[in-house]
């Protein structure tokens, strides 16, 4: 009935004979031997000469890729990428990365396991097996005990391939053709999956979209916004003072900022400026001094800013011979602790900001107060 | 048995009675030189040790009877004599009750005064613990009662209604299971620590006495396999045993790391000193070798199908399961001595003692009766198991 006919199945009646009759079949070596059985029969597998399947190495090895997948992305995201320190944990905490490392192994494996088996292994798309449509296979789903040749080329010889199983006993005999391989990609089938995907992401997109609109009030998660917590500038009767807002404990730094100086003005005269004169670090000082120190010293530091008229207050003239006499540590403790009406700035600037502007000080000095020799320097 | 010559039988009975003695005496020195903390904390190591292998297999027993397994009926009468362990470890345990002043800072007078163990002190104090202890114990003698002596009675009666009341006790057992492992986990092992607690931390017990009840069934059915007993028990059996062991290596690491993370995480300073404690000094190792031992090593030698069979690789998995098991227990309770981990002659005179002790209860368990539940109708279907 087929003219490239693809299998020849030969039907046993016992389980018993179909093994009996495996060896002989394969020594006639005319094609693919496979089995068809109602349950499976213990010791078939090294009957057919089946070879172990690959598919637990490459689970294996594909576990382990997805095992660094996961360690590999996480780790630059959270340590190389975009550092956050995180309930004061380093941002390369292995620790951290384990649950996802965990998920991904079993998603690498499983997807391996499933699609493996299926499309590399298993050849698949294809619609239909030809034993599935066979006359047989009421009786292979049954009582019936199924060896088949099946054509390994377009050499295959259906006859000598029924003789051989039926010099092996078999009872019955039928000829099948070969597996309906047409491809089903077509332009037509993928055009009508495409759409079908487009149309059903429009019809779940709109809707959540008209609900949302109209339904405000369902947020789909709030937790976040209705935890019971304390914002900023609260009352709360949870502390002593009244104050949903603690001040932090006395003696705390910020990160990267080292602690302010402590001790009296004179203490810190000895201190020395870490920072050499370069062109960054005066650029540093110029930007902070302009920032923060300008409104009132005044852009050449001689006490004339454009707020001391507004507020009536004196602001230190650093032009007058008391701040040219002063050591670098001297001004670094004011700007650290204020002095006077002028606040403290150590939260404002960082520890490199707050010598730069100690050297940008002096160079004020320097030009109000330059030599010939500055000048020569400065034109070469 | 009969087929052995009686020469080596005498011979191994006869050193593992020395080792007995010798290590009886190291007992006795250590109480004296060492102090009594090292004493008892050792002295516990071996209470929990025992108690958490007999535990372990029963458990074995009782899930074999609750699922209606049939593979395992041949090797059950193995974890069925493991388990019968729990008959020495009560006297074990009995004196193991006088370190709780010594080591269980719950049990002491001065806990009264502490402001957290205060609120503990009933639950903790020495009359209390001593009586959960004894209902642990009863319960186990029950659970013995039903599940070992009603199958070696079942050996002579060939009775199957012994099938039906086990199956039908197993549900029951599982939970008194569940309540005694947990007492023991929180009070003889978390009971050291009373100001740390974990919820899971009886799990986490679990976990290590399974793989301890299975690695020991384990080996036990490869030495009797050895001396050409077990006759019908395969590959297809050990391929179970071999997959159970590597199921729970997983378990038993998904559990410890879960605890450990959640407390990393929060970082609670009353939660995190514990591992803050297994993570300083030479304990860092310890506590590294255990995650190899317990878990890597282990997962990657029986990761292959082969492996599960070969009984080579399974003997070895088997010995490094049960050595990671006593490093567990050790890991768990002698940090409460101080930061550094004590490993002398206490320690190996306890190990002489008790293991010699265990080896031989074991021996002549196995040396009489039968070494199948011949008496089980489902005998031959479990030797029919095929993969």
Known sequence: ?380 | MSQNPMSPTKNASTVLWGAVALGAVGVLASYVAAGPQRFWANWVLWFVLMFTLGLGALFIVALEHLVNAKWSVPIRRIPELLATLLLPAIPVGLIALCALPVLYPGSRPEAASHPILAGKAFWLSLPFFSVRTLIAFGLCVLGLRVLVGGSLKQDTTKDPAFNFRARKFAPAFMAIFALVITLVAFDWLSGLTPEWYSDIFGVYIFAGAFLGGLAATTLSVLYLQGQGRLEGVRGDHLYNLGAFLFAFTVFWSYIGFAQYMLMWYANFPDEVIYYKVRLAGSWRVLTIALASLHFVLPFFALVTRDSKKDPKRLRRVAYLMLGAHVLDMYWLIFPVLGAKPFFSWPELSFALFFLGGILLWLRSAMEKGEDMPVGDPFLREGLEFRL
Not at chain 1, 171 to 190: G, H, N, Q, V
Not at chain 1, 198 to 221: D, E, Q
């Open chain 1, 1 to 380: 009935m087929s003219e490239t006919s693809y299998s020849v199945l030969g039907l046993f009646d016992t389980p018993n004979a179909l093994m009996k009759a495996i060896p002989t079949v394969r020594a006639a070596k005319l094609g693919t031997v496979e089995a068809y059985t109602p349950y499976p029969i213990h010791g078939i597998d090294e009957a057919l000469g089946l070879r172990r399947s690959p598919l637990g190495g490459m689970v294996l090895v594909m576990g382990i890729l997805g095992a660094i997948t996961a360690f590999g992305a996480q780790y630059w995201i959270s340590a190389i990428d975009y550092p956050i320190v995180t309930g004061g944990k380093s941002p390369a905490s292995w620790e951290a990365f384990i649950p996802i490392m965990f998920e991904v192994t079993v998603l690498f494996a499983t997807f391996t396991a499933g699609l493996g088996m299926l499309f590399l292994l298993n050849k698949l798309p294809f619609f239909g097996h030809p034993v599935l449509s066979s006359k047989s296979i009421t009786g292979i789903t049954r009582d019936r005990y199924a060896l088949a040749i099946e054509a390994e080329s377009e050499s295959f010889d259906s006859a000598a391939a029924a003789k051989a199983l039926r010099d092996a006993g078999a009872l019955e005999i039928e000829i099948l053709p070969a597996p309906d391989r047409s491809p089903f990609l077509t332009s037509d089938f993928i055009l009508r999956t495409a759409g079908g995907i487009f149309t059903a992401c429009l019809v779940a997109g709109l809707v959540m979209f008209l609900t949302i609109k109209w339904f405000p009030l369902l947020a789909p998660m709030k937790h976040m916004q209705e935890q019971p917590r304390l914002n900023a500038q609260m009352p709360s009767t949870f502390f002593k003072d009244g104050h949903g807002m603690q001040l932090p404990v006395a003696g705390t730094v910020a990160r990267g900022h080292l602690p302010a100086a402590a001790g009296t003005q004179e203490a810190a005269a000895t201190l020395v400026n870490p920072l050499p004169r370069t062109k960054e670090v005066f650029a540093v000082g110029r930007k902070a001094y302009t920032n923060r120190c300008e409104v009132c010293h005044g852009a050449i530091g001689n006490g004339v800013g454009s707020l001391t008229a507004a507020y009536g207050g004196k602001p230190a003239n650093l032009q007058a011979q008391l701040f040219l006499d002063y050591p670098d540590g001297k001004i670094y403790w004011a700007i650290v602790n204020g002095k006077n009406a002028m606040p403290a700035h150590a939260a404002d600037l960082t520890e490199t900001q707050r010598w730069a502007v100690v050297h940008y000080v002096r160079a004020l000095q320097r030009a109000q107060n330059a030599k010939d020799e500055d000048l020569k320097v400065a034109n070469p």
